[in-house]
């Protein structure tokens, strides 16, 4: 598989500015954008997830946003195939691609490569899922240090999504996931010759951003979006369905809790969130990032 030719790589912590940055290093160098964020792929949760504006989008192409339904439990894997579809995509092939997002493991699979992995009958991902559901995450963590006592050892407890594709794996292929990852795999981007930054405000800059956003989210229609993602009924243990500001203004929805305490209590949890990425993004992404200290000028 052909390597990107020219890549920019712009990560940092939800409402850094990243996505501003992105589109202005994009309408420079001519090039599109490719969402490197779990939770802006999905449909449905526009505003609640501060995907790019009409505006933004007619600037410069963009690609992966809002593609994937609700439904879905996307994966690494999954982005991986779809950047490989969006090189070969007519209106982009031979632009420089603009990377941005806040999920440190699609960066990391972009320039890394990603392990191969089994394909898992869906039967078998909608029973272990159907248990998770039921049965809760420490309940399938006992199952698993049992049927994969290595791989359990790496997993925290409570991390149902990681230990609901352990015990796919497991059962998928008799082996375990650990062996997978050990496989390497083909990088997409060349890390060496990529032009990478990490956009890093100021903690009390972010945070008044992160204050100041989910107010404007929910004046822009947050909680009519999560009505609507609400209305398909869909598995709580799906991905979408935590993104940030789902449960709490599910609970205004329910008649559970007061608009103004659940604003309070997404704002948090959005702090706590962007506090996680900071640190996994300090130890996680390798030399050779340049760190800028400053906002890239709007929301991302």
Known sequence: MEQVRR??????????GKSAFALRVAAEIGGGIVNTDSMQVYDVLRVLTARPDVEETARVPHRLYGHVPPSVSYSTGRWLDDVR?????????GRPLVFTGGTGLYFRALTRGLSPMPKVPEAARERWRSRLAEEGAETLHRILQSEDPAAAETIRPADGQRILRALEVREASGRSILDWQSEAGMPLVDEGQAERYLVMPDRDFLNARIEDRFDRM???????????????TLDPALPA??????????????????LVDAINLAKTATRQYAKRQM????????????VLNHSGGADA
């Open 85 to 93: 579809s969006v090189m070969e995509d007519a209106e982009i092939a």
């Open 279 to 290: 640190t996994w993004f300090r130890n996680q992404l390798g030399e050779g990032w340049k």
């Open 7 to 16: 890549a920019v790589l712009i990560a940092g912590p939800t409402a850094s």
């Open 218 to 232: 929910v004046e822009a229609g947050a909680l009519e979006e999560v009505e609507a993602l609400n209305a398909l």
């Open 241 to 258: 369905m935590k993104a940030i500001g789902v449960r709490e203004l599910t609970s205004v929805l329910e008649n559970r809790s007061s």
